[in-house]
T-cell receptor, first 117, second 112 residues
Framework: EAGVAQSPRYKIIEKRQSVAFWCNPISGHATLYWYQQILGQGPKLLIQFQNNGVVDDSQLPKDRFSAERLKGVDSTLKIQPAKLEDSAVYLC???????????????FGPGTRLTVT | GDSVTQMEGPVTLSEEAFLTINCTYTATGYPSLFWYVQYPGEGLQLLLKATKADDKGSNKGFEATYRKETTSFHLEKGSVQVSDSAVYFCALSPSGYSTLTFGKGTMLLVSP
């Protein structure tokens, strides 16, 4: 079974530029998550989708971050404009069901490492 | 709000040594508790979990017991291998929800 795919794996941009990340979840998984992992910290949830609807985006900085999940499959996360503090690894995860409960395991992709200079 | 505190690393051990990585949490109600592992260059993988007090999660020789009285979920392994070198994250999710709150992670380095 193919895992969660993410691209690109690495990205370097200058501040105030825009950047987009792509995630392809495991086939058939209804719920998709985007996390931000700053160096030395644990991942922090940015947004959670169930199919193509947003379940939780309370920690997404909506003035500069946006995300969509078209047709309930692939997802893109965009930052516009980027700031230095956005340097982090952006992780995508997916789960089979609604994610409501500990038995619905989240599977993580390898992440995209963003460096903002 | 909910939070997870892990011991700081790196933890450096020789092969076959005993491992303990401490994890304590703050949460209302009865959260579920998890340990995730991140090998170099790879994504996070679920290592083990426990969903209620006194449950013991185990996998690949690792164990952790959900202790509600001490709000702890310490990770242990009796004999570590070089291949166990990775970053270990303790996490919780509130009862009935999938949202994960992670600790900062603890790097484990095992030398031959």
């Amino acid at each position: 079974e193919a895992g969660v795919a993410q691209s690109p794996r690495y990205k370097i941009i200058e501040k105030r530029q825009s950047v987009a990340f792509w995630c392809n979840p495991i086939s058939g998984h209804a719920t998709l998550y985007w996390y931000q992992q700053i160096l030395g910290q644990g991942p922090k949830l940015l947004i959670q989708f169930q199919n193509n609807g947003v379940v939780d985006d309370s920690q997404l900085p909506k003035d500069r971050f946006s995300a969509e999940r078209l047709k309930g499959v692939d997802s893109t996360l965009k930052i516009q404009p980027a700031k230095l503090e956005d340097s982090a690894v952006y992780l995508c995860a997916s789960s089979l069901g609604s994610g409501a409960g500990p038995h619905d395991e989240q599977y993580f992709g390898p992440g995209t490492r963003l460096t903002v200079t | 709000g909910d939070s997870v505190t892990q011991m700081e690393g790196p933890v450096t051990l020789s092969e076959e040594a005993f491992l303990t990585i401490n994890c304590t949490y703050t949460a209302t109600g009865y959260p579920s508790l998890f340990w995730y592992v991140q090998y170099p260059g790879e994504g996070l993988q679920l290592l083990l979990k426990a969903t209620k007090a006194d449950d013991k999660g185990s996998n690949k020789g690792f164990e952790a017991t959900y202790r509600k009285e001490t709000t702890s979920f310490h990770l242990e392994k009796g004999s570590v291998q070089v291949s166990d070198s990775a970053v270990y994250f303790c996490a919780l999710s509130p009862s009935g929800y999938s949202t994960l709150t992670f600790g900062k992670g603890t790097m484990l380095l095992v030398s031959p």
